[in-house]
């Protein structure tokens, strides 16, 4: 596969603006803006849509699937607070560029994705671009045991309940970001596990994912 990336005065000025769109909308955190500053995103769309890579808008990858809206990464990613060097599972890979987003804030990246399809079109764009997270292809439902404990863990797909599995793959004082409701809405939750069985959990905004489709979902 050839790819032709250009990264040119006109895609570097959309982000600067996609990043003070983000800013206005309430994302405060600057690491985050710093990267959403500098993951070019329009080398995920076919070059017939670069005009629409720095919408805040989610787009179609093929698939059935979307490449996430900007304001609900950066606002997932803010909810993590990730630190250099944390180890982070990302469930549901999709297009990479959350996983971009984590890499840049110098997170080290476990990413898992069902798709086939999916799974291989990241694990040849995203190294080409010079990203390089641990890629998975599977159920990512029950998490990623063998890579276990993480110190964050995002689901990028919608959830019906918090699975069990994946908080028991949380350090102590890890954090897990994960979309919670039925096919059409869901609730934004983190759980801080703040003790061997202590987990406490917040409830946040409405949002619309794709499901989460598995064992331990839908
Ligand atoms: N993080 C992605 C990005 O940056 O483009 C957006 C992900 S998209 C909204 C949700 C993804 O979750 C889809 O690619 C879907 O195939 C995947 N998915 C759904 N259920 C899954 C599961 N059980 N394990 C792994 N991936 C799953």
Redesign the pocket.
Known sequence: MAYKFVDNYRERGARKQLVEVLRKRGIADEAVLKAVGKVPRHFFFDETFWNQAYRDIAFP?GDG????QPYT?AYQTELLHIKKGDRVL??????????CILLELGAEVYT????RN?YERTIKVLPYMGYKPHFFL????KGLPQYAPYHKIIV??GAPFVPDLMLKQLTIGGILVIPVGDEKSQKMITVIRSGENDFDKIELDTFR??????DQ?W
């Open positions: 990858i699937q979307t490449i996430s990464v990302e469930i549901g890979t999709g297009s990479g560029y959350q996983s898992i994705e069902r798709q999916l599977g159920d990512g439902s990028t797909a994912f794709v499901p989460l489709v598995g979902a």
